[in-house]
């Protein structure tokens, strides 16, 4: 990597790292709220939800903002924003106060990945090395931000402890006012691909069905169904977890019964998403999107389907596949964000990931309906077999795209640098 790619690695990782430090605390709050402020669960699932909500519904107007105001300055908004809303909930005294600190954060934290990959994509010439990179900043937030929490918890008020979460991303958006690099160095230097001049509805349409009548649109609906996946397998399986037959037996030292073996597996599982992020990012440089994304999402449907047997096993065999499924769930994700690069024109980059994220994000979360509902009324394994036919329809999709979208849609031409090949 040269140095403008080595200065955006930097600004990029923190943003991505700090969007999920916030984004896995939120939860270990929930405990401590329910006795505060005194109120039911559905009501402050209610208010977390609302919350969580602008995560992903907003990065589409993200993605348009970046593309007209420039990702730095978006990226520098979504820092300050997610701190100020913790620091807003570190002086909640109410759940009306709560609930506006957490939809704060949330229209904050929606801005980041449309922007920061956006950034990633035009500045950044070796950019498969730092979708590497960035994706594990995404995990180390993951994994830290409820153990940070969990922790400060046992000895600390919680609005403290919500106020200390909150200087990590005060000494990054210091930091990255102080950066200097080249959003637009990994393109032509006849594409515009810096900001841009007021998006009319018009021309915000017109982009739209430029993008759609293209391969982004196959992109939109792999992208869907591979956060259809994701967001169910990692909303539901640490309750599966919890309730397994080998947890139950699993007897702990005296002192440590406290603490759930469930929770430490999941949490490897994120840390061994790392490994995955980075092997994935640097497969970019040598595959294709189309066939990394076919490849991995036939791996992880045979995953989905292998935790049906190996739930009735012994801890070791849970240990391992869910080892094994972190790797590969967290090792797909930089192909589709390179797949959105190299299909895109540049000046319409900001664009091109809001929308990947409104389908990752946003729609991907009905799963979590989806999983409610089918765990509510069927079988364990019925749950594992719905999500596996989400990652079958991702696997024919890719391999749709992999073979050459220019047969199936005339304006599906691959785009590199904003040029077509």
């Known amino acids: 990597m040269d140095s403008n790619d080595r200065s955006i690695a930097g600004f990029t990782m923190a943003g991505h790292g700090l969007v999920h430090w916030f984004e896995t605390s939120i939860p270990i709050f929930l405990v401590v709220w329910l006795a505060e402020f005194d109120v039911g669960v559905a009501l402050l699932g209610l208010v977390v939800a609302l919350g969580y909500a602008p995560f992903g519904?907003?990065?589409?107007?993200?993605g348009i903002l970046a593309d007209r105001y420039g990702p730095k300055r978006l990226v520098l908004a979504c820092l300050a924003?997610?701190?100020?809303?913790?620091?807003?909930?570190?002086?909640?005294?109410?759940?009306v106060t709560l609930a506006f600190a957490l939809v704060l954060w949330g229209v904050a934290a929606s801005i980041y990945h449309p922007a920061g990959l956006a950034l990633i994509s035009t500045g950044v010439e070796d950019r498969g090395t730092v979708f590497a990179w960035h994706g594990i900043a995404g995990n180390v937030g993951i994994a830290l931000g409820p153990f940070v929490a969990a922790t400060l918890l046992i000895f600390l008020e919680w609005q403290l402890v919500a106020a200390i979460l909150a200087v990590p991303g005060l000494f990054a958006f210091a930091y990255g006012i102080t950066a200097e690099f080249d959003p637009t160095a990994a393109v032509e230097d006849d594409v515009d691909a810096g900001p841009s001049e007021a998006l009319s509805l018009s021309e915000l349409v017109t982009n739209s069905r430029t993008l759609f009548a293209g391969a982004f649109g196959l992109i939109f609906v792999i992208v869907t169904f591979e956060g259809l996946?994701?967001?169910?397998?990692?909303?539901?399986?640490p309750e599966i977890l919890h309730g397994l037959p080998a947890m139950d037996a699993l007897v702990l030292p005296d002192g440590l019964e406290g603490i759930e073996p469930a929770d430490y597996i999941y949490v490897g599982l994120l840390v061994v998403g790392m490994a995955g992020q980075y092997v994935g990012g640097k497969l970019t440089n040598r595959?294709?999107?189309a066939h990394g994304l076919a490849g991995l999402f036939v791996v992880l449907a045979a995953l989905a389907v292998a935790f049906v047997p190996v739930t009735e096993m012994g801890l070791g065999a849970i240990v391992v596949l869910c080892g094994v499924f972190g790797f590969f769930l967290f090792a797909i994700q930089p192909f589709y964000q390179d797949a959105v690069a190299v299909y895109t024109p540049a000046d319409t980059r900001g664009l091109s990931y809001g929308y990947t994220y409104l389908g990752e994000f946003g729609l991907g979360a009905a799963s979590i309906a989806i999983g409610g509902y089918v765990l509510g009324g069927f079988s364990t394994a019925t749950f594992f077999l719905v999500i596996a036919s989400f990652a079958?329809?991702?696997t024919v999709l890719s391999a749709v795209l992999a073979v050459g979208l220019d047969r199936f849609v005339g304006a599906g031409k691959r785009v590199e640098t904003g040029t077509d090949d």
């Open 81 to 95: 924003g997610m701190s100020g809303a913790f620091v807003v909930l570190a002086v909640s005294d109410s759940i």
């Open 57 to 62: 519904l907003g990065a589409l107007p993200a």
């Open 392 to 394: 079958v329809v991702g």
């Open 287 to 289: 595959l294709e999107p």
């Open 229 to 237: 996946y994701y967001r169910g397998m990692l909303t539901y399986l």
